[in-house]
Nanobody
């Protein structure tokens, strides 16, 4: 059974930092892209960042570019999201996702087949 488990969410003041982790189990995703999405209350789930299988290429939403950094450790089947210079508008539930198709690299929510349960991130003004 494939599981993605996020951790690291919490409450932070504007300008602060948080680091999210997502550990995969049940299969390896070393040949698959992984991503982070977020969903604020009353809004649709939106793309935040994605990282290619090798970790050599990344994609970011314009709203987080320059502030967030996605990385991965394939030996640990774990992907990370370092969030710096955080803003109140970053408040959302953050979801880790994995693409089941080898070597595909996309930002579309529809490309990701496995999802974590989400972790709440709240940024106070």
């Amino acid at each position: 059974q494939v599981q993605l488990v996020e951790s690291g969410g919490g409450l932070v003041q504007a300008g602060g930092s948080l680091r999210l982790s997502c550990a995969a189990s049940g299969r390896t995703f070393s040949d698959n892209a992984m991503g982070w999405f977020r969903q604020a209350p009353g809004k649709e789930r939106e793309f935040v960042a994605a990282i290619r299988q090798s970790g050599g290429s990344t994609l970011y939403a314009d709203s987080v570019k320059g502030r967030f950094t996605i990385s991965r450790d394939n030996a640990k089947d774990t992907v990370y999201l370092q969030m710096d210079s955080m803003k109140p508008e970053d408040t959302a539930v953050y979801y880790c996702a994995a693409d089941s198709v080898r070597l595909r690299f996309a930002r579309s929510r529809d490309a990701y087949d496995y999802w974590g349960q989400g972790t709440q991130v709240t940024v106070s003004p």
